[in-house]
């Protein structure tokens, strides 16, 4: 009896395992992220004229539109680049400045005004990027900055 009721449970062990060996699901695939299939060791060059449009918010102006937005991005060494922004503002001046800027290897940018204020975008293609403007103080500003490159 002891033998037929140790065959019994070792039979319902096995049977066990084989069923639920045999009704189990594979582990679902990890989908790969948009952002982490971007990722790339190659250094895009963005040097040269970049051209487009800003709208957004600027405390001394209001709510501004403007079509004439220029940044000329002169120098590139790997990843950092340097240049200068051309903008008009409500008064009907143009204003220059000088920025600092990286581009990370998943296509962020982050740039640094020579004055005050910081963007952060994305290069959207080799000749596309979108910036986002921030400023704080007496001239605050909150800016989305969309620009192509000029072609020679």
Not at 14 to 32: D, K
């Amino acid at each position: 009896m002891q033998k037929r009721i140790g065959l019994i449970l070792l039979f319902v062990c096995i049977a066990t395992i084989m069923i639920a060996g045999c009704t189990s699901q594979p582990a679902p695939a990890v989908p790969v992220s948009p952002q982490a299939a971007t990722i790339s060791t190659a250094i895009p060059d963005l040097t040269g004229i970049w051209t487009g449009t800003t709208v957004g918010h600027i405390k001394m102006d209001g709510f501004v539109e403007e079509n004439a937005t220029r940044y000329n991005i002169t120098t590139q060494k790997g990843r950092a680049f340097t240049g200068q922004k051309e903008y008009t503002r409500k008064d009907g001046k143009t204003y220059y400045e000088g920025f600092s800027g990286i581009v990370t290897r998943n296509n962020e940018i982050f740039m640094g005004d020579h004055g005050t204020g910081y963007i952060e975008g994305r290069l959207n293609g080799s000749d596309s990027m979108e910036l986002y403007y921030i400023d704080e103080g007496s001239d605050a500003k909150a800016l989305i900055i969309q620009l192509n490159r000029q072609k020679s």
